[in-house]
């Protein structure tokens, strides 16, 4: 079923997909309205300066709309590529995909491509001969409608996309999806268990089955998602452990070893090859079951910020503090456990999980590297990560902030000039590192 989940949930991501069902829901409205038009007939009254009863002016208002609607959907498609070009130069290639998922582009697109669809369904069906004579009143009436809803859209459009390529509006898009998708994949706060998982004896555990094997990937490309469910199944079935040796994010080469199984007896090729459909491979990396993909993305844009080229420290100082939040976050964590069992209690999978210290290298260590020789964002780091260990209370995160406080510390007796500047970042460096670390340095 989680399977399942992944496949809808990257359907609904496409940039065709939203679209498509408009153009299919205008469809089938198209045929509703017309079969209502053929059973009521042209209202009486009042109400027949609202409907169109020449066949005439039927076909040449929606000629209009039909024509005008095809031409700003390719105004709206011109804007769009516009914007992810500038997207892919200010903020980076791997970015474009955020502003393609965008829900109001789809919107807007679809809209424009399904009223063009509908109003040539309904252009159709008019007759004005001398046996029959049908105009669809009431379904002119709805294109008129949702002629001037697109309008509006339009106006919508224009506004969002304006807003949209500003840093600040990128930056928080992507803390905002960054942080639904770590509590999806974190939801345990580490007071929801108290006990710390124990290392077993993981050569021991191996050597109790007589036979081994290894699966290898089908093709190259990232590792999108693993359905643990299923694998645990497959593990039940063949009473075996599995040993995976990549997780979702990883970049796999064809035929590489994917994992290992233990089992006790020799299992075939045609069970071997089953483990292996339980894995997605693409051209792209996933945020599903791949926490650190939009943490790359944010270290992308400050990057690209502290480049000599742009050399913007403001937005690479707000990419560190939509980070800082995320990683106070994980520090109450329990992150997954690398032992994973049956119903019955019995290890079947030996993982390879994410862990805090992995997490806060991906945040912090490139933008380190290139912040060399700007103090600003140098001085932020180190604030930043005053303000993570104010959360962090597990021992291990301790260490792992330390190390990154440490390398902090180095970089600025390196690049820094001013020593007042060294001498404010020192300052701050004693609220983490003990006094005989600090001091060495």
């Given at each position: 079923?989680?399977?399942?989940?992944?496949?809808?949930?990257?359907?609904?991501?496409?940039?065709?997909?939203?679209?498509?069902?408009?153009?299919?829901?205008?469809?089938?409205?198209?045929?509703?309205?017309?079969?209502?038009?053929?059973?009521?007939?042209?209202?009486?009254?009042?109400?027949?300066y609202?409907?169109?009863?020449?066949?005439?002016?039927?076909?040449?208002?929606?000629?209009?709309?039909?024509?005008?609607?095809?031409?700003?959907?390719?105004?709206?498609?011109?804007?769009?590529?516009?914007?992810l070009?500038?997207?892919?130069?200010?903020?980076?290639?791997?970015?474009?995909r955020?502003?393609?998922?965008?829900?109001?582009?789809?919107?807007?697109?679809?809209?424009?491509?399904?009223?063009?669809?509908?109003?040539?369904?309904?252009?159709?069906?008019?007759?004005?001969?001398?046996?029959?004579?049908?105009?669809?009143?009431?379904?002119?009436?709805?294109?008129?409608?949702?002629?001037?809803?697109?309008?509006?859209?339009?106006?919508?459009?224009?506004?969002?996309?304006?807003?949209?390529?500003?840093?600040?509006?990128?930056?928080?898009?992507?803390?905002?999806?960054?942080?639904?998708?770590?509590?999806?994949?974190?939801?345990?706060?580490?007071?929801?268990?108290?006990?710390?998982?124990?290392e077993?004896?993981?050569?021991?555990?191996?050597?109790?089955?007589?036979?081994?094997?290894?699966?290898?990937?089908?093709?190259?490309?990232?590792?999108?998602?693993?359905?643990?469910?299923?694998?645990?199944?497959?593990?039940?079935?063949?009473?075996?452990?599995?040993?995976?040796?990549?997780?979702?994010?990883?970049?796999?080469?064809?035929?590489?070893?994917?994992g290992?199984?233990?089992?006790?007896?020799?299992?075939?090729?045609?069970?071997?090859?089953?483990l292996?459909?339980?894995?997605?491979?693409?051209?792209?990396?996933?945020?599903?079951?791949?926490a650190?993909?939009?943490?790359?993305?944010?270290?992308?844009?400050?990057?690209?910020a502290?480049?000599p080229?742009?050399?913007?420290?403001?937005?690479?100082?707000?990419?560190?503090?939509?980070?800082?939040?995320?990683?106070?976050?994980?520090?109450?964590?329990?992150?997954?456990?690398?032992?994973?069992h049956?119903?019955?209690?019995?290890?079947?999978?030996?993982?390879?999980?994410?862990?805090?210290?992995?997490?806060?290298?991906?945040?912090?260590?490139?933008?380190?590297?290139?912040?060399?020789g700007?103090?600003?964002?140098?001085?932020?780091?180190?604030?930043?990560l005053?303000?993570?260990?104010?959360?962090?209370?597990?021992?291990?995160?301790k260490?792992?902030?330390?190390?990154?406080?440490?390398?902090?510390?180095?970089?600025?007796?390196?690049?820094?000039?001013?020593?007042?500047?060294?001498?404010?970042?020192?300052?701050?460096?004693?609220?983490?590192?003990?006094?005989?670390?600090?001091?060495?340095?």
């Open positions: 079923m989680k399977k399942a989940a992944y496949s809808w949930n990257e359907l609904k991501s496409t940039f065709w997909f939203f679209p498509v069902l408009l153009i299919s829901l205008a469809i089938v409205l198209a045929f509703i309205f017309l079969y209502f038009d053929s059973q009521i007939g042209y209202p009486k009254g009042a109400w027949q609202l409907f169109i009863s020449d066949a005439n002016s039927a076909r040449i208002i929606l000629s209009t709309i039909a024509g005008v609607m095809i031409g700003v959907a390719g105004t709206v498609f011109s804007i769009m590529l516009v914007v070009t500038l997207a892919s130069s200010q903020f980076g290639s791997n970015l474009i955020n502003f393609m998922h965008v829900r109001l582009n789809q919107v807007v697109l679809g809209a424009y491509i399904s009223t063009f669809a509908y109003c040539l369904i309904i252009l159709n069906t008019i007759r004005n001969n001398d046996q029959v004579v049908f105009v669809p009143s009431f379904s002119i009436l709805i294109a008129l409608l949702v002629t001037v809803a697109n309008i509006i859209l339009l106006v919508f459009f224009i506004h969002n996309t304006a807003i949209s390529i500003q840093a600040n509006t990128v930056i928080s898009d992507i803390s905002e999806s960054l942080s639904k998708n770590i509590k999806t994949l974190f939801p345990e706060s580490e007071e929801d268990n108290l006990d710390e998982e124990k077993q004896d993981e050569d021991l555990l191996k050597r109790g089955f007589k036979e081994k094997h290894t699966f290898s990937a089908s093709k190259s490309g990232y590792l999108q998602y693993i359905s643990f469910e299923s694998l645990i199944g497959l593990a039940v079935e063949l009473d075996s452990l599995i040993e995976l040796h990549f997780r979702p994010g990883d970049y796999l080469v064809k035929d590489v070893e994917l290992t199984v233990y089992s006790q007896v020799t299992l075939e090729k045609e069970k071997i090859s089953r292996q459909t339980q894995f997605i491979v693409g051209k792209n990396r996933s945020q599903q079951q791949d650190e993909h939009s943490i790359h993305q944010m270290v992308e844009i400050a990057a690209r502290l480049s080229g742009i050399n913007d420290p403001y937005t690479a100082i707000t990419c560190i503090d939509n980070l800082t939040a995320t990683m106070c976050y994980l520090a109450t964590t329990k992150f997954p456990s690398k032992y994973l049956d119903k019955e209690g019995k290890l079947r999978i030996i993982a390879d999980p994410l862990t805090y210290e992995g997490m806060i290298d991906a945040a912090f260590n490139q933008i380190r590297q290139y912040a060399k700007n103090p600003a964002v140098i001085i932020r780091l180190m604030e930043a005053i303000t993570i260990n104010k959360f962090t209370k597990g021992k291990k995160h260490k792992a902030i330390e190390k990154h406080a440490m390398m902090v510390l180095n970089v600025a007796n390196k690049s820094f000039d001013e020593p007042n500047d060294l001498n404010d970042l020192k300052e701050r460096s004693r609220l983490i590192l003990s006094k005989r670390a600090h001091d060495q340095h």
